[in-house]
Nanobody, 125 residues
Framework: QVQVVESGGGLVQAGGSLRLSCAAS????????MGWYRQAGGKQRELVAE???????NYTDSVKARFTISRDNTKNTVYLQMDSLKPEDTAVYYC???????????????????WGQGTQVTVSS
């Protein structure tokens, strides 16, 4: 199957910046989309940003002017550049990857929808 690992979280003051990284690995044939979601304490997980195979992007309104999602297709990696961070951005950030993987060495393929373990982002006021 496919594994997804996030990194880059940490503690920053309001107005600061962080860059999150997410790498997908495994028997990947193609990645159709990768995205970042976040979940604050007591709240539901929400989409932050996503990028598709044709490089289309989508952001939730609260981060649209401050966050930038990008990708490096050669490394199956997606990044989230977070600028002008606010305390309300504090959450666990999860990476998601969707695509097609190789089920076996003979070429059978299937769809995957993989999640990382999450990385904590804390923004102090």
């Amino acid at each position: 199957q496919v594994q997804v690992v996030e990194s880059g979280g940490g503690l920053v003051q309001a107005g600061g910046s962080l860059r999150l990284s997410c790498a997908a690995s495994g028997r990947i044939f193609s990645i159709n989309a990768m995205g970042w979601y976040r979940q604050a304490g007591g709240k539901q997980r929400e989409l932050v940003a996503e990028i598709t195979s044709d490089a289309s992007t989508n952001y939730t309104d609260s981060v649209k002017a401050r966050f930038t999602i990008s990708r490096d297709n050669t490394k199956n990696t997606v990044y989230l550049q977070m600028d002008s961070l606010k305390p309300e951005d504090t959450a666990v950030y999860y990476c998601n990857a969707k695509g097609i993987y190789g089920i076996n060495s003979y070429g059978r393929k299937g769809n995957f929808d993989a999640w990382g373990q999450g990385t904590q982002v804390t923004v102090s006021s």
